[in-house]
Each structure stands twice: as C-alpha cells, then as structure tokens.
C-alpha cells in the first residue's frame, strides 16, 4: 500500500524558469532574424536582464513582427530543458520507496506539458494538477486536495514560491518543504509572510530531501 504523497511544484522547483525563457528567446530570435539571431538572442537577454520590455524592444526594431505571434512561440514551442541538479536522483528515489509522486503547476496547459515531456519525466507521476486543465490556481485548496486519498497517510510538498505554496497545504496539515533560490528564479524569493503562508522546512538542494521524506 502506497501510505507516502510526495508532491512538487514544476517551476523553479525541478526546472528553471529561466532556462524556459531563454529556450523560447532563442526560437523567437530564429523567426524574427533567421540571419542574425545569435546577436539578437544575446540582445533580448540584456534587455530582460535590464527589465526591459523585451517583446516591445523586438516589435520596435522590427516593425513586421506582431506582439501576439511572438507570445505564441514563447508559450507554444518545444523547449530544450534539463532538469535541475538532483532531480532525476530524487524522482527516481521516491518511485523505489514505492511512494505515489504528484505535481501541482500554474500555467497553460500545453506549455507545462511541452516543459514535462522535454524533461522526460510526465510518466514519472500519478497524478499531474495544471492550473488551466483543473481550472483554479495555487493557492486554491481545491488544486491541493485533488490528492487525498483514503489510503495516504503521509503527504509532503516541495516548491519556492511563499506567496502561494505553501498555505493551503500547511492548513491540510502537509509537511511543507521550500527550495532555496540558487540565483536562477525568475522570481524574488520573499519570505517575508505571515507564519501560514511558510515552510516548514528549506533546503539549499532537492538531494536533501533524502532525509526529510
């Protein structure tokens, strides 16, 4: 009997963010100058480093391209990802304890699927959350007890964002784990919340979860 639910967050959890954006960047810069991409690739990474408009810098200086065409090749091409550091290990760690593995994601459903099957680990879970398919965002209880089963005993949560991780299962009563940024989020990572809305624990490496579940 599987008594363990150990659940992740997808973005900035077990693959960065960051690297999505400079997967898409690129394929933008493909379309928009097939001749000249690496210099305009290296280009829109100054521009969103410096907090740029990056889409509004493109449409500027090339006045054929159009806002919404370059989102769809940001929210719809097939990235080239890798899993963060430890990934792999630990998934494949909690398959061989028998455990049942979930993700809960916000996000369009095609791009997170696109991120998953990139990454090769879609079959790894039972069950997949995705706000667009469930239809309710984090922190929406609802996104969270789509996991409860009569059979589970234990439930564990991994993510990075405090704003809205960590509260719904904390009121479940879920063991609550934070991965640390390593400087590679695309979102600050503020924990400056009230005690609800934080973890119980945090670690520097998803590796380090070997001795938390």
Same mark, same amino acid.
């Given at each position: 009997?599987?008594?363990?639910?150990?659940?992740?967050?997808?973005?900035?959890?077990?693959?960065?963010?960051?690297?999505?954006?400079?997967? !898409?960047?690129?394929?933008?810069?493909?379309?928009?100058?097939?001749?000249?991409?690496?210099?305009?690739? &290296? &280009?829109?990474?100054?521009?969103? &480093?410096?907090?740029?408009?990056?889409? !509004?810098?493109?449409?500027?200086?090339?006045?054929?391209?159009?806002?919404?065409?370059?989102?769809?090749?940001?929210?719809?091409?097939?990235?080239?990802?890798?899993?963060?550091?430890? !990934?792999?290990?630990?998934?494949?760690?909690?398959?061989?304890?028998?455990?049942?593995?979930?993700?809960?994601?916000?996000?369009?459903?095609?791009?997170?699927?696109?991120?998953?099957?990139?990454?090769?680990?879609?079959?790894?879970?039972?069950?997949?959350?995705?706000?667009?398919?469930?239809?309710?965002?984090?922190?929406?209880?609802?996104?969270?007890? !789509?996991?409860?089963?009569?059979?589970?005993?234990?439930?564990?949560?991994?993510?990075?964002?405090?704003?809205?991780?960590?509260?719904?299962?904390?009121?479940?009563?879920?063991?609550?784990?934070?991965?640390?940024?390593?400087?590679?989020?695309? &979102?600050?990572?503020?924990?400056?919340?009230?005690?609800?809305?934080?973890?119980?624990?945090?670690?520097?490496?998803?590796?380090?979860?070997?001795?938390?579940?």
């Amino acid at each position: 009997m599987n008594t363990k639910y150990i659940i992740f967050d997808l973005d900035d959890t077990l693959v960065s963010e960051l690297s999505y954006l400079k997967s !898409a960047y690129l394929e933008i810069a493909k379309k928009v100058d097939p001749e000249g991409y690496d210099e305009l690739y &290296h &280009h829109m990474l100054s521009w969103y &480093h410096n907090k740029k408009n990056v889409f !509004a810098e493109i449409v500027n200086r090339y006045p054929g391209e159009l806002l919404n065409e370059l989102l769809a090749v940001y929210r719809n091409h097939f990235p080239k990802l890798v899993l963060k550091d430890g !990934a792999k290990k630990i998934l494949e760690i909690i398959k061989s304890k028998n455990y049942k593995l979930g993700l809960i994601s916000d996000g369009r459903s095609y791009t997170q699927r696109n991120k998953l099957k990139s990454l090769g680990i879609e079959n790894f879970f039972d069950k997949i959350v995705i706000s667009e398919e469930f239809g309710s965002e984090k922190p929406d209880i609802r996104n969270f007890q !789509a996991f409860i089963s009569p059979d589970i005993r234990d439930y564990v949560y991994i993510a990075d964002n405090i704003s809205k991780d960590f509260i719904s299962p904390n009121k479940l009563g879920w063991l609550s784990i934070c991965l640390i940024n390593d400087g590679d989020n695309i &979102h600050i990572q503020n924990f400056d919340f009230p005690p609800n809305y934080l973890p119980d624990f945090k670690i520097e490496k998803l590796s380090m979860l070997q001795d938390l579940i």
